[in-house]
C-alpha cells in the first residue's frame, strides 16, 4: 500500500512538473503560427529528455512542436 502511494506520488509530481513547464515555456513562431514549448539550450536539454514520454503523447493529442533552444535567428 505505501509502495503505490509513493508511486502515485512520483507520477503526480512527474505529470504536473511538466504542465507546468509546458504553460511557461510556451512560444507562437511568427514565421509557422503554430505553438512550440521551447526547452532552454542546455540544462533545458535534459528535461527535453526527461519529459520526452509525456511530449511524444502530447504532441500526438493536441499537435503540440516542442523545440531545444532559441528559435530567434
Known sequence: MRAARIIGLIVVLYL???IAFRLTNLEIW???RHAYVIFPAGVGSAFYYFWRPLSYADGALTGMRFHIGSHRP
Open 16 to 18: 504536473g512538473s511538466y
Open 30 to 32: 511568427e514565421s509557422d
